[in-house]
């Protein structure tokens, strides 16, 4: 998440994508899942301008995630 976080900050959004995305794929059952899911979408949107992903992630998030605060922070984009 550190290294993501920092190529993120650095806008290395493409980076940031891959990084988050191989949490999310190593580490998908543990608490920090939804903040890399929240993440991966931010950067991929970040790198490309399509913010279609960010709905599709809010509704992953309600859907596997629902109590946690990230889904809280992306339900703008749900709508």
Do not use: C
Request: zero cysteines; aromatic letters at 12%; hydrophobic letters at 40%.
């Amino acid at each position: 998440m550190g290294i993501a976080r920092v190529a993120f900050m650095h806008k290395k959004f493409g980076d940031a994508q891959k990084l988050y995305a191989e949490v999310v794929d190593r580490f998908g059952n543990l608490a920090l899942t939804a903040e890399a899911l929240y993440w991966r979408a931010v950067s991929q949107y970040k790198a490309t301008n399509d913010h279609t992903v960010l709905g599709e992630v809010a509704k992953e998030l309600s859907e596997k995630h629902p109590d946690d605060e990230w889904t809280l922070k992306s339900d703008p984009w749900a709508h």
